[in-house]
């Protein structure tokens, strides 16, 4: 048998090296993850940046492999045990921007949504974080579908926060998301000028939909707050009595009830309803009328209105 060539002796060596490198390194996340649980975060660290080291003169793709997990260890230390939110972003980015078909870069961009949102108020980027994740079809993808919804709504875009919203009712039909997409998106509509009606209807599709979910005495009160807006007070109690069973505010319900029954009784002229008053010929029957004067009738109280026949 012939002896192995050079090059094949070089690369079967380059070969070794390239394993070892890799053995390496995975021997320093391990020891990471294990600082990590004894509560030793600044050491944790200290491991991933060598195994990050080692990584960096590795062009294998089992380096590639190690180099998501490193990142993505690292950025979870520097989130959740030592709230350093800025350089757990900036680690977070690294890893979405170096290996961003990886799987830990799917959950970087999870938390990144989080933090931006949660810490830095930046909503904006949040969304574009999410739809990354969302992009790469996460398992969680209707939930994040809705997040993005509901970060639209606090921005105030509410078309947009509508349209986001559609996305998780039409695209994730059997998502346990779908009621709460439902209800974000009838409050967005009745955020918009003239699209009262679109948010009753929307909110009335949820109860028919969906008559077991927790959402519907919201949705019931809701409702009659709009019937309220559009002079429907009888409506308006109609829907607020199916509410009270299930709401977990029944005083409050019963609060907006009696109100609008108040305001239905002081807004009733006196005798309506009273069959006496029906017709013109016992009309007379009621008492007269005080006299009043002319001062009287513009306003004027009875002893002022005395010095008019003065």
């Not at 990142?71 to 900036?90: C, I, N, P, S």
């Not at 993808?141 to 509508?162: G, I, N, R, W």
């Not at 109609?238 to 029944?250: F, I, K």
Request: net charge negative; proline share 5%; glycine share 4%.
């Amino acid at each position: 048998m012939r002896p192995p060539s050079g090059w094949l002796v070089l690369a079967a060596t380059l070969g070794v090296a390239a394993l070892s490198g890799c053995e390496d390194a995975q021997d320093h996340i391990n020891r990471a993850r294990s600082l990590t649980w004894e509560k030793k975060p600044e050491a944790a660290l200290k491991q991933y940046r060598l195994a990050l080291d080692i990584i960096e003169r590795d062009e294998s793709a089992e380096a590639r492999v190690l180099q998501a997990r490193a990142l993505k260890g690292a950025a979870d230390v520097y989130y959740l045990e030592l709230r350093d939110f800025r350089r757990a972003v900036e680690v977070y980015e690294e890893l979405i921007r170096e290996c961003p078909e990886a799987p830990e870069s799917l959950d970087a961009r999870i938390q990144l949504a989080a933090i931006l949102h949660n810490h830095f108020h930046n909503a904006r980027g949040a969304i574009s974080a999410l739809t990354g994740a969302i992009e790469r079809n996460a398992p969680q993808s209707a939930e994040l579908e809705y997040e993005v919804a509901k970060l639209y709504f606090e921005l105030s875009d509410y078309q947009q926060a509508t349209l986001e919203a559609q996305k998780v009712e039409h695209q994730y039909e059997t998502s346990p998301w779908v009621d709460d997409a439902m209800f974000l998106e009838a409050q967005a509509l009745g955020m918009m000028e003239g699209r009262s009606a679109d948010a009753f209807r929307a909110m009335e599709r949820l109860v028919g939909k969906f008559p077991d979910s927790e959402l519907v005495p919201f949705a019931l009160y809701e409702m009659g707050k709009l019937k309220t807006e559009a002079g429907q007070r009888e409506a308006a109690i109609d829907l607020w009595v199916r509410a009270l069973e299930r709401h977990p505010d029944p005083q409050m319900v019963q609060r907006s009830i009696d109100r609008v029954r108040k305001q239905i009784i002081e807004r009733t002229p006196a005798g309506v309803g009273r069959a006496a008053y029906a017709f013109d010929h016992v009309a007379d029957s009621r008492p007269p009328l005080p006299h009043r004067t002319s001062l009287e009738a513009m306003g004027a109280r009875p002893d002022e209105a005395g010095s008019e026949s003065d």
